[in-house]
């Protein structure tokens, strides 16, 4: 399994940006795909999930309404269009798979396969 996250960067406040997760090593298609992030100083924070198919959509209260998740099973690739972005969004982002993503989020830390994640950096 490799997971490869892009597309973070520094912009200022009430911006968008587009992060991408690449994946690779296991059937794409058949896996929830969820976002988490990581604030400096700070534990992982879900941020959203999205079903195999993309029929269905999760947020962390935060995001919502601000955020976007999507996928593309062709290219096995996972989306988060972020909008609006706030200084409290800055944070590395990482992407995970899973087929029971509640017990992914509540274990994030056992989880094997991390990138290296994508620093967006949002100055106020």
């Known amino acids: 399994v490799q997971l490869v996250e892009s597309g973070g960067k520094l912009v200022q406040a009430g911006c968008s940006l587009r992060l991408s997760c690449a994946g690779s090593?296991?059937?794409?298609?058949?896996?929830?795909m969820v976002w988490v992030r990581q604030a400096a100083g700070k534990g992982l924070e879900w941020v959203s999930t999205?079903?195999?198919?993309?029929?269905?959509?999760f947020y962390e209260p935060s995001v919502k309404d601000r955020f976007t998740i999507s996928r593309d099973n062709a290219k096995n690739t996972m989306y988060l269009q972020m909008n609006s972005l706030k200084s409290e969004d800055t944070a590395l982002y990482f992407c995970?798979?899973?087929?029971?993503?509640?017990?992914?989020?509540?274990?994030?830390?056992?989880?094997?396969?991390w990138g290296q994640g994508t620093q967006v950096t949002v100055s106020s």
């Open positions: 995970a798979h899973s087929r029971d993503w509640l017990q992914l989020i509540r274990n994030l830390d056992t989880y094997k396969y």
């Open positions: 999205i079903s195999g198919d993309a029929s269905k959509t």
């Open positions: 090593g296991f059937t794409f298609s058949s896996y929830y």
